[in-house]
């Protein structure tokens, strides 16, 4: 059984791994590498390691399992390829490095306002 630790490691490496293979273009077509230079997005699902029952993903900067909360948008389910969140009974699916469901730019809003 592997420690937190290795876990921990191991998921991170996937995700850079299949992150970085997103990003790059076709070997050979004579295009550099893209280079993700600026912080994930938020509400951007980066990456997913899915390994039931202890799966997890990076959505924007924060790793998260099933039941966690990014927010007020709560993590109901993780898939293989996607993650499903819900907020104010709303319910979606948002696949790795999809652009990102309206409800987070909603909740960055109200995260950012001074109640003015």
Not at 22 to 47: F, H, R
Not at 54 to 75: L, P, W
Not at 91 to 104: D, G, I, M, N, S
């Amino acid at each position: 059984m592997y420690s937190g630790r290795v876990l921990l490691a191991s998921v991170m490496l996937v995700i850079v791994m299949i992150t970085a293979a997103s990003l790059s273009s076709p070997v050979g077509c004579g295009n550099a590498p893209k280079v993700l230079t600026d912080k994930p997005k938020v509400g951007v699902v980066m990456g997913v390691l899915y390994s039931p029952p202890n799966s997890c993903a990076v959505v924007g900067d924060t790793m998260v399992h099933e039941g966690d909360a990014v927010g007020d948008i709560a993590v109901v389910a993780i898939q293989s390829n996607a993650v499903e969140f819900s907020k104010a009974g709303v319910t979606w699916q948002q696949e790795v490095l999809e652009t990102p469901h309206k409800a987070w730019t909603d909740s960055a809003k109200v995260a950012c306002s001074d109640g003015k």
